[in-house]
């Protein structure tokens, strides 16, 4: 090694520690994924939400926690029997949070980010957006109609359970605006990332499912409740 160097042992023994992490990492993951389809599997829709919630304060890493978020919504279908508006709210601040971590300035340099709108974001993360997007408007199609309704009475006099239906709405809502602006601000990047897979720029299959994933969501955002969602929210 040149002098001053790490010399040979040093750069094995850092190679086998980077190795065991790795390691470790991944089991790690692979255990909350396990326990994770369990709940899933027998269906115990609170445990696994529960268990959701919990992993932050499990593993130290935020976005470790947000890779199994999004291994495991990625195959879970949330629109089932055991799904409730209350589980609905304790998801979304989840997936507002794939939604944002998913994106990052746009490179200034790029022909891409001088011909995008303003406040357009770059897309670096197409998986993590798309199970966002995809789990999002599932909640929607259950939920949405629940939600704008609830947000709309107008009650006359004290209603406690009112109230706390319209408390989780609310928090439902703020969630849904939240996402619904960073798909915007995506959807340019998620566009040009299609055209480049078209001309065989970049190989692989998220480019063109999360472009059209983020159009179908912005369509169910902007009315497909009969035009109520712009007005009320």
Request: neutral net charge.
């Amino acid at each position: 090694p040149p002098a001053g160097g790490p010399s040979d042992d040093d750069v094995l023994a850092s190679l086998v520690a980077q190795r065991t992490v790795v390691a470790t990492t991944l089991a790690d993951r692979l255990t909350h994924l396990k326990l994770l389809s369990k709940y899933w599997s027998s269906g115990d829709v609170v445990g696994a939400v529960g268990h959701l919630e919990s992993i932050g304060t499990m593993v130290g890493d935020h976005d470790m926690v947000l890779a199994i978020v999004t291994d495991f919504l990625g195959r879970a279908d949330l629109a089932c029997d055991q799904m409730t508006l209350e589980l609905a709210q304790r998801i979304f601040p989840l997936l507002d949070s794939l939604i944002f971590t998913s994106s990052g300035p746009l490179d200034t340099h790029t022909n891409a980010a001088q011909s995008a709108p303003n406040g357009a974001l770059a897309l670096t993360k197409p998986r993590r957006a798309h199970v966002a997007v995809k789990s999002t408007t599932q909640l929607i199609s259950m939920f949405g109609r629940l939600i704008v309704d609830v947000l709309n009475v107008d009650a006359q006099k004290v209603d406690l359970g009112l109230e706390e239906r319209q408390r989780r709405c609310r928090s439902c809502r703020d969630c849904i605006v939240s996402i619904h602006g960073i798909v915007l601000r995506i959807q340019p990047a998620a566009a040009q990332l299609h055209r480049e897979r078209k001309r065989g720029q970049r190989p692989g299959s998220a480019g063109p499912s999360l472009s059209h994933s983020l159009n179908d969501a912005i369509d169910i955002f902007r009315g497909t409740y009969d035009g109520t969602f712009p007005r009320t929210f």
